[in-house]
């Protein structure tokens, strides 16, 4: 059980305190004055963001544990989430406190959560942010995984020969192919860690976009035919370079 306040109301708390007649001391519980289930909470926010009705389903301890894991891992990672082992914690207990207390102390009664939804609309960009929450983390992950196996499968010995092969046909000799194939995948790998990592996050990704056009440009200028190539070699580097600046775009947690 919660007791959820909304932001503006608990500043006017806050402000209320600051004022010369207010309490010089005083310990109080700020809470909303209805008290209400995540599961409500949780239903009240979507209908909020205009989205179709929830479908509550019971999920097992067990694995409200494993992804509890997940979100510190995810935390460790540079990710942040509220859904950690700490919050599963938290919430097995109440959280709820009297209301009257802090009524009296500030002759303010903070609004139910939705009278302060419906003074507040949502936006086009509130429903943007609820759907690429979850997603977000995800395909930074998932870019970080393409560039570190990208970079291995280049070290693999039979990447490796073509990929030789075709520096070979870019017109490098084959003394020098080789290192610069290996090179190509240590970077790969690299850049992967170091997003994985989440250091530096939009420097790592401007990084990852002026290598692959790199790659773009010395194929074209060498090997043009590899852009009617089946597989679409060349082609692919255009969606990829889209999907980073686009990762890159939501990075900003404030």
Known sequence: MFQPIHMDDLAEVVARFCEPEARPRAILNVVGPKEMRLSEITCRVRTWLGFGKAVEVTV????LNAGAKIGDAAGWLGSRTSFRTTALKQMDEPNVAPLDPLVKATGFT???MAEALAA????????WHARLFFLKPLARFVLALFWIVSGLVLLDPISFSYAAGVIIQMGLSDALAGPVAIVGGI?????????LLGWRVRSVIAAMILVSLGYMIALTISLPGLWLDALGTLTK??????FMLMVAAIEDER
Not at 60 to 63: E, F, Q, V, Y
Not at 237 to 242: A, E, N
């Open 237 to 242: 580097i255009v969606p990829i370079i889209v």
């Open 187 to 195: 970077i790969d790998i690299a850049l992967g860690l170091l997003l």
């Open 120 to 127: 507040d609309p949502a936006q086009v960009q509130d429903r």
């Open 60 to 63: 097992p301890r067990w694995i």
């Open 110 to 112: 903070p609004r139910p």
